[in-house]
């Protein structure tokens, strides 16, 4: 009967997690194209341009008419490529083609990017997409996308994967309309592999000779010209001083994946490393660097990618995050030179990088103009794997040569969600060390709860990395927002990877889950958002400095506290007719401006922030009280929790009033009964439960074995107890 009636409730909470979550995708005959073709008019994509044409049935793409006669193609890039940005969202950019392949118009259309909000005009990134104007896409192919970027100082990763997908979609659809005479790229299947019995010479001069290593080797004085043809004066006013024939910068490279390579390259230990890190089909790429320049920056250690280097191959371009790099130990080649960086990268299989093939690394260089300013320009390193390093295939080329399609959608998205959850490693470490944690806690709560003190400092100390790691540094911090794709929900497919690609919140709502049905929705609010944890800490610190506390009277708090289910159930509604405009009446949340944002944002919504923090150093936590539609919506399916876990005695709320006048939101009724609704296990009734000092159960337990010279025995609790796990019904405690 437990068993039957536990598979229920999590049948229950498990769909309404499906649907709080926002698991939703577009179906397969739904594109981005056909979403957002009806806010944007074809004068804003195109200078003359005054309407849209037809919608291809079988490609993305929609035609655009001047006088009626079509002048050109638009579609938008997410349809084409991957376009997963900084925030993790995709950047949705409608670019227009010519007949000719000529990129004739860009316009941002979506994005969520928090660089682009935090001191970077939302203007300047719009201005930069529209310098792709007048790019020649016929070029580009037979360059191999070999361009100048335009980096804004403070968003490189954010113009990067602009400048990825605006190539690289611009690319497949040119080829697939046949714009300037461009043709569909036909596949005849690889015709040569990596040899794995092939030999390389033991000294670094034959292995630089015979192409095994190549080099980039620029001294200041190339630099210092490269930023004059720049034409820009700031640049040009800030040369480099030391010596023009100076080494800024010598890069070597060589494909070390490569058996006989990185037998002659590296040592024993690191071959040995190398094999274990690298994947079926991955490929490793060695980068030894020396100079007054770094290859690799510390953009890295703040972010986690080098955005210094990028790796490209035809119309693939493959960024090196930071668990796709290793320090080399020593390079073991004979007349070796010294390097000051050597570093191995992982190239993975799913990237779709061919080590056959010829490739290049981009470098990007940049030269600070100002205070916040800097201007780049790029430098290539080319690598052709050497052909004794390569041998034929037995099958023939010939054999069934199929045209090139845009490959399997589904494993591209399995491909980049798992891609994001090994960059993510490490912060999925500690959100689930501190989901252990607290799972501990809650299990062994008379335990965790014995001693008071120790039980405070724990709470704050658990608090402050709630708030600084899972709020601050993760931005996983979970939202109303989230239940705004429910509308979505009702029309649309659920779809794993699009909630996978947020490793963070995909684990966080299924530990709400198991949460509601053990513990109800305390275990989120009350110990892993980061806006509550922020909420308490600063009233500590006000209890500490002094501030009154406010206690609401009972009737008026009673009477305050439904408002956060209206404001729920307001921005519900809303959500049923436009999602996007509910969304925006859910800024009533200050999360994204004290969390994510880190307050750095137009001052009304600081003023907001800030006025709700003021309130709740007089009242502990008001806006968890009061306002919080996300409380609100986790308490609804909390009613389905199977078990009571905070112990009560038959004395509290008639006559003892102690944890009620304690509890910091005013969850207990003054009759003694907790609201699950409203209580965010604190556990601090579990401490006062306990309490030798506050507690009149136990005090008068004290005193009885004091009468009877046992003052220092065990505390044998009453068995009347209210709320136990084990026991039933109010009469029977």
């Not at 034409?231 to 080494?247: F, N, V």
């Not at 080399?328 to 190239?347: Q, S, V």
């Not at 922020?534 to 305050?560: S, Y």
């Not at 049923?576 to 994204?592: D, G, N, R, V």
Request: aromatic letters at 10%; glycine letters at 8%; charged letters at 20%.
């Amino acid at each position: 009967m437990l068993l039957s009636c536990l598979c229920l409730r999590l049948k229950e909470i498990a769909l309404f997690l499906c649907l709080l979550c926002g698991l939703v995708a577009p179906t397969h005959a739904e594109t981005v194209l056909a979403k957002y073709l009806p806010e944007v008019k074809a004068a804003d994509l195109v200078e003359g341009a005054d309407a849209f044409g037809e919608t291809r049935s079988d490609l993305a793409v929609v035609q655009i008419l001047k006088n009626q006669q079509q002048i050109g193609w638009a579609f938008i890039t997410s349809d084409f490529v991957g376009t997963t940005g900084y925030s993790g969202k995709p950047i949705h950019t409608m670019v227009a083609v010519d007949l000719a392949g000529v990129v004739t118009g860009v316009k941002l259309v979506k994005h969520s990017e928090p660089i682009v909000l935090i001191g970077i005009p939302d203007a300047k990134v719009k201005a930069l997409a529209a310098g792709y104007i007048g790019m020649d896409l016929v070029a580009e192919a037979k360059s191999g996308g070999k361009h100048d970027l335009n980096i804004i100082s403070g968003a490189t990763v954010t113009v990067m994967v602009l400048d990825d997908s605006i190539l690289r979609s611009g690319l497949k659809v040119a080829r697939a309309l046949g714009l300037g005479g461009l043709s569909p790229e036909v596949v005849l299947g690889p015709t040569v592999e990596i040899n794995p019995d092939a030999h390389a010479a033991t000294d670094w001069g034959t292995l630089e000779g015979d192409g095994t290593l190549r080099r980039l080797s620029l001294d200041v004085g190339q630099i210092n010209q490269a930023f004059v043809e720049l034409g820009d004066p700031r640049a040009i006013a800030r040369p480099e001083t030391a010596a023009p024939d100076s080494i800024f910068i010598e890069m070597q490279t060589a494909l070390v994946s490569v058996p006989a390579i990185g037998q002659a390259l590296i040592g024993e230990n690191d071959r040995a490393n190398l094999t274990t890190w690298l994947k079926p089909g991955d490929q490793a790429l060695m980068i030894a660097g020396k100079g007054l320049f770094s290859f690799k920056g510390s953009g890295y250690v703040r972010g986690g990618i080098f955005d210094r280097i990028v790796l490209v191959q035809d119309d693939l371009s493959v960024r090196f995050h930071d668990r796709d790099h290793k320090r080399l130990g020593a390079i073991t080649a004979n007349g070796a030179p010294d390097f000051t960086e050597k570093d191995l990268f992982r190239i993975p299989a799913e990237s779709g990088f061919d080590a056959t093939k010829p490739f290049r690394i981009q470098l990007l260089v940049q030269r600070s103009v100002g205070p916040i300013e800097k201007v780049f320009t790029t430098f290539d390193l080319a690598y052709q794997l050497p052909s004794q390093y390569l041998r034929s295939l037995a099958t023939e080329a010939e054999d069934a040569p199929t045209s090139a399609d845009t490959g399997d959608e589904s494993a591209a998205q399995t491909a980049l969600w798992q891609k994001i959850w090994r960059d993510k490693t490490v912060e999925i470490t500690v959100l689930v060390a501190m989901l252990a944690v607290l799972t501990l806690v809650f299990f062994f709560q008379s335990i965790a709860t014995r001693n008071a003190r120790a039980f405070f400092w724990f709470r704050i100390g658990f608090l402050t990395v709630t708030l600084v790691f899972l709020g601050w540094y993760a931005n996983a911090q979970l939202s109303v927002v989230n239940l705004m794709a429910l509308f979505g929900a009702l029309v649309s497919g659920f779809s794993w990877q699009a909630f996978l690609l947020d490793p963070l919140t995909f684990i966080l709502w299924f530990s709400v889950a198991a949460a509601l049905l053990f513990w109800g929705r305390g275990a989120y609010c009350g110990w892993l958002c980061p806006f509550g944890a922020l909420q308490e800490l600063t009233n500590k610190i006000a209890r500490a400095l002094h501030i009154p506390q406010w206690t609401l009277p009972w009737g008026l708090h009673e009477r305050l506290w439904p408002l956060k289910y209206m404001i729920f159930l307001g921005l519900f509604g809303v959500s049923l007719m436009s999602i996007e405009q509910a969304e925006h009446y859910a800024e009533i949340e200050p999360f994204k401006t004290a969390i994510v944002l880190k307050f750095v944002r137009a001052w009304p919504f600081v003023a907001y922030v800030a006025a709700l923090l003021v309130a709740g150093l007089f009242v502990e936590r008001f806006y968890c009280r009061y306002l919080c539609p996300l409380g609100a919506a986790l308490a609804i399916p909390a009613r389905l929790r199977m078990f009571d876990w905070l112990k009560r005695y038959k004395e509290c709320g008639t006559p003892c009033q102690t944890c009620a006048n304690e509890c910091m939101v005013q969850a207990i009724h003054p009759t003694g009964e907790i609201n699950p609704n409203e209580c965010v296990n604190c556990l601090n009734c579990q401490v006062l439960y306990q309490s030798k000092t506050k507690c009149p159960v136990v005090i008068r337990q004290v005193k009885r074995r004091a009468a009877v010279g046992s003052p220092d025995g065990p505390i044998r609790m009453p068995a009347e107890l209210i709320n136990h796990p084990n026991v039933k019904g109010p009469k029977n405690v």
